[in-house]
């Protein structure tokens, strides 16, 4: 049997960790402070696209790749006139999650001020997911609590059947699970568990620029073996410019995607040193800046069933235009042959 020598065989393993982050894939409206996105295929096809800014803008595509158009104004939005909850005179919608079951589509959404836990998570549901056509059931009634915010929620079941799962959280003690009733309109009245914190972020508001937040759960049946239950979420500054007051974050410290990955819905997670994502900080690299792309984040994943392909879709800014805050979509394949996600193309 021919056998490479062993230093041939490290160089190539070099050569492969050094091999070009691929840039983020998108046509069509890519730009225009597009943040949070939710992307899914409806079953006629179209693909659809939600994001924060514009009461829930929504954009179609006939492919995830685009060309991507979206009305503007109310003409575009989920929910034209806001949200039916009612926190605060200067309250905004945030971070729509997307899913859809039982014949329709459901949108938990967040309703908050920026750097305040006077938020609430809210849900909508429509049968054809366009504008216009969404109703609004206001709050699930998720209580308050000191350690949380109830923004960034995130729906997981791994059937149609099973527990219905929802994950939140952001700035304070970042990452919590509960469970919704079975119209999935409501908190199930389950106390939230802890699921991920990073304490090397203090447990301060929102406008601190560094925390842990946007989880986004995935779960694989068989991966060489085992069933895995994957945590992305988004970790760093998401929002710095060099105008601002703290100027840009320090390289390293800006968002960027990571993943933690559990054999249990409910956890525990670990990263792929085996570190305990809840106790001892861990989270492992998917995406972080690359070229012209800084900050990716706000993150969430979508089987294409043309492609056969599992896409992971963020946000970004690209460095190029100097600004920092034009919020960019746009997306990258992943491979999970090695149990960990690689983004490949
Ligand atoms: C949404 O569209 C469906 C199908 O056209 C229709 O039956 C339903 O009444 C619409 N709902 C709303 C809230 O517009
Ligand atoms: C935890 O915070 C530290 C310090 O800011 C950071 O370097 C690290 O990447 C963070 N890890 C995660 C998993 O968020």
Redesign the pocket.
């Known amino acids: 049997m021919n056998r490479l020598p062993t230093t041939i065989l490290f160089l190539l393993a070099l050569g492969t960790s050094t091999v070009a982050v691929p840039d983020p894939i998108c046509s069509g409206l890519c730009t225009g402070t597009i943040r949070d996105p939710a992307v899914l295929r409806r079953d006629d096809g179209t693909w659809l696209r939600f994001t924060t800014e514009g009461n829930l803008r929504i954009a179609t595509a006939p492919s995830i790749s685009g060309p991507w158009t979206s009305n503007t104004g109310e003409a575009g939005a989920m929910l034209p006139g806001g949200s039916i909850i009612d926190l605060d005179p200067d309250q905004r919608l945030w971070a729509p999650n997307v899913f859809f079951s039982n014949g329709q589509f459901y949108c938990h959404y967040s309703v908050s001020t920026i750097g305040s836990q006077n938020s609430a998570i809210g849900v909508a549901t429509?049968?054809?997911g366009e504008p216009?056509?969404?109703?609004d059931h206001g709050s699930i009634g998720l209580p308050a609590d000191t350690r949380y915010n109830r923004i960034d929620a995130n729906f997981f079941r791994e059937c149609d059947t099973c527990t219905p799962y929802l994950n939140f959280g952001s700035a304070w003690e970042h990452l919590f699970q509960t469970t919704l009733t079975s119209d999935l309109l409501k908190w199930s009245g389950e106390a939230p568990v802890h699921i991920a914190r990073n304490t090397s972020f203090p447990s301060v508001p929102q406008t601190y620029p560094s925390i842990m937040e946007g989880a986004f759960m995935w779960w694989l049946p068989n991966v060489n073996g085992h069933k895995y239950f994957y945590l992305f979420f988004s970790s760093g500054a998401c929002c710095n410019t060099p105008q601002s007051e703290e100027g840009l974050e320090a390289p390293g410290d800006e968002y960027k995607i990571m993943v933690c990955r559990g054999e249990s819905v409910t956890g525990p997670f670990t990263d792929k040193d085996g570190r305990n994502c809840l106790t001892e900080n861990g989270g492992s690299l998917v995406l972080g800046s690359h070229g012209d792309v800084y900050a990716p984040g706000g993150q969430g994943l979508a089987h294409d069933p043309d492609a056969d392909r599992v896409a992971l879709y963020y946000m970004y800014v690209n460095k190029a235009d100097g600004t920092y805050n034009d919020f960019r979509f746009g997306f990258n394949w992943l491979d999970f042959s090695s149990g960990w996600p690689e983004v490949v193309e």
Do not use: I
Request: aromatic share 14%.
């Open positions: 429509s049968v054809t216009g056509n969404w109703t």
